[in-house]
């Protein structure tokens, strides 16, 4: 049946999610039992005052969605804390949670993780395709950066 | 300028990118240092958290669902309709510069929407117009194409599937951060999604970003990579003439059959405000659908992957 010669054609694809996701659930697991999640996103917060707040709240994300590249698994962890420190430096918590989205979704274009489906539908490799999109990354991190600073 | 910059930060990282799966390895050992190091955690805890159903395990569904992603995204990409589709846009570009702008604009828009469907929308149109580049003898440096392609994942969380603000609208996810009494409400989307600032930084890079992808398109025909040293010709192309029908017509009736599981449950995606909430919850507990039915043949497969899509995350 050609659908099944489909999926087993596209199923080699699927490799490196077989092999890579286990690994960063793995990394989740640790970063949250031992808190060291926790640990990353308020020492850099903490570097933040009033209104830089939201600020080190997105390049903190940043940092952390490299190890949590999981948007919700994310949230789960980092949400807390930037939703209590945006309340004690009385900053607009709607405002902080923009800022954690910001941060989760920039340094996408650094972790291999989200792109493995792209990667095996184009038939190109991870270091192809990085450089461009690390520029990418930085125009979007002072756009966004100026973002967060003006509103 | 930019795009000879864009070669040399290109030729940087391929030296010292590591294959994918070596950098998963790395960030493994380096997490259990920095948790022995950081944290008072005894190493006998750190592999238990490792290793429980919270560790490893934990993303289980998840992966499957991902696998799902890219076995019937390909299956999409192969069908009749979507082929037709993208041979027609891919008609569009008529140099290298215009043709990642084009990727790019397909992958951050899709990716506006859904996360999901920004991914496969991104790759597909990489691939598809790589090909119909080589069909009509332009040379466009593919990488740069499937870069593009995945620009959706760098402006999804501000958009209808980003997770964090979904999560913030119900009041029950607010005390489970707070507490019972929590110091705040929950938090509408017009404070986050739809706030001036997201237009403003969202809606920027929107258009910045095909704008640097463009400006990056390399000049010298030296460094330009053509689709075809990836494997992607005309003959192997999605839309590639060589096993026209039976693979696509099946591939559309599994897509028809995707729509049947989905359709009870939610309906069209995007006529739901809501709908993005599937991406935060698990589909059981995703909200019930606003409604709609297929109406053509000839997109119900979009609209079943789209659905499918939601379910996810």
Same mark, same amino acid.
């Given at each position: ?12 694809? =699927? ?13 989740? *697991? ?14 850099? =917060?903490?570097?933040?005052?009033? *209104?830089?707040?939201? %600020? ?14 999981? *948007? ?13 420190? =945006?309340?004690?430096?009385?900053? #607009? ?12 979704? %920039? ?12 990667? =095996? ?6 270091? #192809? ?23 | ?15 010292? &990118? ?45 992966? &499957? ?238 609209? !079943? ?5 939601? !379910?996810?995350?």
């Amino acid at each position: 049946m050609s659908y099944v010669r489909a999926v087993e054609r596209a199923a080699k694809g =699927a490799a490196g999610i077989i092999l890579q996701f286990p690994l960063y659930a793995g990394i989740m *697991g640790i970063m949250g039992a031992t808190g060291l999640t926790s640990l990353f996103a308020t020492s850099l =917060a903490a570097i933040g005052t009033g *209104g830089t707040l939201p %600020l080190t709240t997105f390049f903190s994300a940043a940092v952390v969605n490299i190890f949590v590249p999981s *948007g919700g698994g994310q949230w789960a962890i980092q949400g807390p804390i930037a939703m209590h420190s =945006a309340i004690a430096a009385g900053i #607009d918590p709607a405002k902080m949670v923009m800022a954690v989205a910001y941060g989760d979704q %920039l340094t996408n274009m650094l972790q291999p993780f989200w792109a493995l489906p792209l990667l =095996a539908i184009t038939k190109v490799q991870a270091r #192809d395709i990085v450089g461009y999109t690390a520029v990418a990354m930085l125009a979007g991190a002072a756009w966004i950066a100026l973002g967060l600073l003006l509103f | 300028m930019i795009s000879r910059l864009g070669l040399l930060i290109s030729r940087a990282f391929r030296s010292v &990118m590591p294959d994918p799966f070596v950098l998963a390895v790395v960030l493994t050992f380096a997490t259990i240092a920095l948790a022995l190091l950081l944290t008072p955690t005894p190493f006998p805890k750190v592999i238990d958290a490792w290793s429980s159903d919270l560790g490893i395990w934990s993303l289980l569904k998840f992966a &499957m669902q991902m696998s799902l992603i890219l076995v019937t995204g390909y299956a999409l990409a192969t069908s009749p309709p979507v082929a037709r589709l993208t041979r027609r846009l891919a008609q569009l570009p008529t140099t290298g510069a215009n043709a990642a702008a084009l990727v790019a604009v397909l992958a951050t828009t899709t990716g506006v929407l859904n996360w999901g469907l920004g991914l496969i929308v991104g790759a597909v149109a990489a691939r598809e117009v790589g090909a119909a580049m080589h069909r009509k003898g332009i040379s466009v440096h593919y990488p740069l194409l499937a870069a593009a392609g995945y620009l959706g994942l760098m402006v999804w969380h501000g958009g209808f599937s980003g997770t964090a603000p979904l999560k913030v609208t119900r009041a029950a996810d607010i005390a489970e951060i707070f507490g019972a009494t929590p110091p705040i409400s929950a938090i509408p989307l017009d404070r986050t999604l739809f706030s001036p600032m997201n237009l403003f930084i969202t809606g920027g890079l929107l258009i910045l970003l095909p704008l640097i992808m463009a400006a990056l398109a390399p000049r010298d025909a030296a460094a330009i990579q053509r689709a075809e040293s990836f494997g992607i010709s005309d003959n192997d192309g999605v839309v590639a003439s060589a096993e026209p029908t039976g693979e696509a017509m099946i591939a559309n009736r599994s897509s028809r059959v995707f729509w049947r599981i989905r359709h009870g449950s939610r309906g069209l995606w995007f006529c739901s405000s809501r709908s993005g909430r599937g991406a935060t919850t698990s589909p059981a507990t995703a909200p019930p659908a606003s409604g709609s039915s297929p109406r053509t043949p000839s997109i119900s497969p979009c609209l !079943a992957s789209a659905c499918f899509y939601t !379910a996810l995350r």
